[in-house]
């Protein structure tokens, strides 16, 4: 499931290729007002324990925004999720820049995340990122750590 900012620019958007896309939700974040029970699914957040093959199973959330936004989307996350990061030494191959704001080291584009978690879990799904620009700069990374 992605919940995405509604100030989420679509058209640099890496997950709009992906919208309608069996086995995907994607829910418009509206306002301050909208909560959504994340019981039961694994949240990524930076600050959380690493992903790992035991998280497999569970529905996995994220969270698309500029990281500047980010912050309104977590205070709609409410219930139990299992908060989980991505596992250290993983750079983003999207050329981020920010004058306004510092992305955190560990992050990565959106669509890295997902395609990262479903490898972790041993879930690699052809064609998930043929239409993501920076690809195969992402799966040399995928490849060299096994």
């Not at 959106?110 to 993501?132: C, K, Q, V």
Request: aromatic residues 8%; proline residues 8%.
């Amino acid at each position: 499931m992605v919940v995405r900012h509604r100030k989420e620019n679509l058209v640099q958007c890496s997950l709009t290729p992906l919208a309608g896309r069996p086995g995907f939700t994607f829910i418009t974040w509206p306002n301050r007002n909208f909560r959504l029970d994340a019981t039961g699914m694994t949240l990524l957040a930076v600050d959380a324990p690493p992903l790992s093959r035991e998280d497999r199973g569970r529905p996995l959330l994220v969270l698309d925004s500029t990281w500047k936004l980010l912050q309104d989307l977590f205070v709609s996350v409410v219930g139990e999720p299992v908060r989980r990061s991505i596992p250290t030494g993983y750079v983003t191959a999207y050329p981020r820049r920010s004058k306004v704001y510092p992305d955190p080291s560990a992050g990565l584009a959106s669509i890295e995340a997902i395609a990262l978690a479903r490898h972790i879990f041993g879930e690699d799904e052809p064609g998930l990122l043929d239409s993501y620009r920076w690809r195969d700069a992402f799966m040399a990374q995928l490849a060299k750590r096994g």
